[in-house]
């Protein structure tokens, strides 16, 4: 591979790293979207969907308030967790509850992302750390 090629894929890989970064007013702001959905659409995946899907000016801040989201609204189920029998909630029902364990989280951010077209894949594994 010659020097021109190596050095165009890095002058692109940095720029590109360099458009996509979150300045930290942003994230101030993105922080304060999040923390202040209004209450009467905070249990309804949709609608939380669109409401943030619509302030994101860009798949990473989309991805910012979705995790956001997740963490500031929902609570972990540690007597479900350990539960090895215990069904997985749909994204709906997660949302509504506000409550359910890491599968679950998961699948909300994973389908907030197909939502918003957003490439995302789930990966499966376990922790040896108890909660």
């Not at 249990?43 to 969907?49: A, G, S, T």
Request: charged content about 25%.
């Amino acid at each position: 591979m010659s020097k021109k090629v190596v050095l165009l894929f890095f002058v692109i890989l940095v720029l590109n790293n360099i458009k996509a970064q979150i300045t930290d007013y942003r994230k101030f702001q993105l922080d304060s979207i999040t923390t202040n959905i209004p209450r009467e659409i905070r249990k309804n995946f949709d609608l939380v969907h669109t409401y943030l899907d619509s302030l994101g000016n860009n798949d990473e801040e989309k991805v910012w308030m979705f995790y956001g989201y997740i963490g500031t609204y929902f609570i972990y189920d540690k007597k479900r967790s350990k539960d090895n029998k215990a069904l997985d909630y749909s994204p709906e029902l997660t949302t509504q509850k506000a409550t359910g364990v890491c599968r679950d989280f998961t699948k909300v951010f994973l389908i907030f992302c197909t939502k918003s077209k957003i490439p995302c894949m789930e990966i499966i594994g376990k922790s040896p750390i108890n909660i």
